[in-house]
């Protein structure tokens, strides 16, 4: 009887020590920036503005020689191991162009026609700090989402020094 009331003890103080946990997080919209095969989702608040142009605030680690691997036919190819690092600020422009598929075929695995879109970044936005609850023990719980709005401020990307 003892051993059942201890195992019962020790796992309702796992479950309730899981629903104690919170944290807090900010949503944005994000940049992608593109650099030698390598794609980086950056928050819009690491971003200033240099006229057309949104450059990162602080410098990025990124590879820029990747080693050369042979395949089975003993032809070159590049890998996706680095062979080089470099930190650099990394920059994209307000106003870009996306391909988007708009026809695909019966089963929707391939795309037969493609269009170009242009898109632009924001230069103002709004961000949004929320507290989250973790819900359910720590093996099969999830954060609670939308959670508690703390706060919601109106952004302006700042223009480069």
Known sequence: ??????????????????????????????????????????????FCKSGDMLETINEHKMCVEFNQERDSRGRRRSSLNCKEYEKMILATSIEHKKSKCVDYDRRRKKCKKYEDRFYVYPTNYIKTVRKQRWIGNRDSGRWGYPGVVLSKTEETVPECN
Not at 14 to 26: D, K, M
């Open 1 to 46: 009887m003892r051993l059942l009331v201890l195992g019962l003890a020790i796992l309702t103080s796992l479950t309730s020590f899981g629903a104690r946990e919170e944290r807090i997080i900010e949503e944005m919209p994000t940049v992608q920036v593109y650099f030698n095969k390598q794609i980086k989702f950056l928050p819009l608040a690491n």
